[in-house]
């Protein structure tokens, strides 16, 4: 057997008259979507040094991660939708193009305000990347190696939620915080012209496009961070702040009455009437909020209280950001036997447990050497979340809706990324914090308390999910 497989021909798009290789269908795909991932949290081990050269605040500098997501987060259903209409490999094109001008924006930017803005636009050519790239690979490969595809796909999403980090903290200390946008171009470079070589064109079922269902929840989201992040500085009764927050509460029941009887809709109430979605869906909420509000105090804590170089903050986080690499594929294996509810209970209750004691530690001053089991176990933790919540929200629903109830998880957990950093860094700074060796005191410990509760209400919500089943999904 011949060690490089080939694609089907009606499985594969050809090039110059020849059938194209299922590993370059496999890279052309994942190389975009690897960016994408990547730029979630390469920027938290820059955030230091961002903050020294721009003069950022605390509040600017979870914008700094906060406008990449939303806006991430908040098109990736509409971007979707736009592919299956007008061609989901032009559509991805576009916004790998649109994700690399915005990369050399945010190379290029003298200001922090600069940089948000540029960081936004970047989210928006991301969410045209994440949805499309499973879809298109998934289309590009014979039937037979289509699971095989995906998981390395799974895979490759996962190395670049672990190494953002740590590329992020190499690439700083050894040139400057500009270079992690401008590594962006000579990837992007090749990443173009290998979609037209070995992914072919496809489309779906033509689909009105939500606008205003996507204002409403993308502006509800948008005004709740907003004013989470400037309650603080601003006062929490002040009308900058208390207006947003009651706008935001009152789009959340808006968006309900509006998509209650539109299939339309860009976030489908039919696909709540499935137990394992709406679980899945409220996990991977709460997770979300906590651990991704942590990793963004605790990347920055490493290098400002312990004093680590950035390079070596981020390899230090690595038992936490890469153990899902290793324990989300034995997760996805065992949870047919086991069912999802056993392995989410487990997982999220390791990631509580984790947080408290990351509190615990940072507030009693203690040394990296007692933060490596911790960081195991929310690594664990983490591991055993990420798989089976992606087979529950795919459980009690028919193929159809399997697609759309993918994209609205992602999009769901990038919300929880950015209101997870809005919040915890709210918390931080109402209880007195500040980014200077003695600013963390008495401040970090009650904003991972926060990220704990929020995590433990996913443990709550866990225990209601399907337990187990003799269909697998």
């Known amino acids: 057997m011949s060690t490089t497989l080939e694609a089907t021909p009606a499985a594969a798009p050809r090039a110059a008259g020849r059938r194209v290789p299922v590993w370059l269908a496999v890279v052309a795909a994942s190389l975009p979507m690897f960016m994408a991932t990547l730029d979630n949290l390469v920027m938290t081990s820059a955030l230091p040094v961002i903050r020294a050269d721009l003069g950022s605040t605390v509040g600017q500098l979870s914008w700094f991660m906060n406008a990449y997501t939303l806006a991430f987060a908040t098109f990736m259903l509409p971007a979707a939708t736009l592919g ?196 899945a869906n409220i996990v ?69 447990a984790s947080l408290v004691w990351f509190a615990w530690l940072t507030e009693n001053g203690s040394p990296y050497s007692a933060f490596v089991v911790p960081l195991a176990m929310a690594g664990i933790g983490m591991g055993l979340t990420f798989a089976p919540s992606a087979t529950a929200v795919l459980q009690g629903l028919p193929d159809s809706d399997f697609a759309v109830a993918s994209s609205s998880n992602s999009t769901v957990r990038e919300f929880g990324v950015a209101f997870g950093i809005a919040l915890l860094t709210a918390v931080f700074l109402g209880h007195g914090g500040e980014i200077s060796p003695l600013g963390y005191d008495g401040a970090i410990g009650a904003a991972l308390l926060t990220g704990a509760a929020a995590v433990a209400l996913g443990v709550i919500a866990a225990a209601f999910a399907p337990g187990r089943s003799r269909r697998a999904v």
């Open 284 to 352: 991977s909420l709460t997770f979300t909020i906590g651990m991704f509000g942590a990793v963004f105090l605790l990347a920055q804590y490493l290098q400002v209280v312990q004093g680590y170089s950035p390079l070596e903050a981020g390899i230090r986080t690595l038992p936490w950001t890469a153990a899902p690499m290793v324990v989300a594929p034995i997760a996805g294996a065992l949870v047919n036997r086991t069912g999802v509810r056993a392995l989410l209970v487990v997982g999220l209750t390791l990631q509580t």
């Open 84 to 279: 299956d209409r007008l061609g989901r490999r032009r559509m991805m094109i576009a916004g790998l193009t649109v994700f690399t001008l915005a990369s050399i924006a945010s190379a290029l930017s003298t200001s922090s305000e600069a940089l948000i803005a540029a960081r936004a636009v970047q989210g928006l050519g991301a969410a045209a990347i994440m949805p499309l790239s499973l879809t298109l690979l998934a289309s590009s490969v014979p039937e037979h190696l289509r699971a095989a595809a995906i998981g390395i796909w799974g895979g490759v999403s996962g190395l670049g939620v672990a190494l953002g980090p740590v590329v992020g903290g190499a690439v700083v200390e050894g040139v400057s915080w500009q270079a992690i946008f401008w590594l962006n171009v000579p990837v992007a470079v090749v990443a173009l012209p290998l979609l037209l070589i070995a992914v072919r064109e496809s489309r779906g079922t033509w689909q009105r496009l939500d606008l205003v269902g996507t204002a409403m929840l993308g502006g509800a989201v948008f005004l709740g961070i907003w004013g989470i992040v400037h309650g603080n500085d601003d006062g929490w009764t002040s009308p900058m702040v208390l207006g947003p927050l009651v706008v935001a509460a009152l789009l959340v029941p808006a968006y309900v009455a509006w998509a209650w009887r539109r299939s339309y809709a860009v976030l489908p109430l039919r696909l709540f009437s499935s137990r394992g979605f709406t679980v």
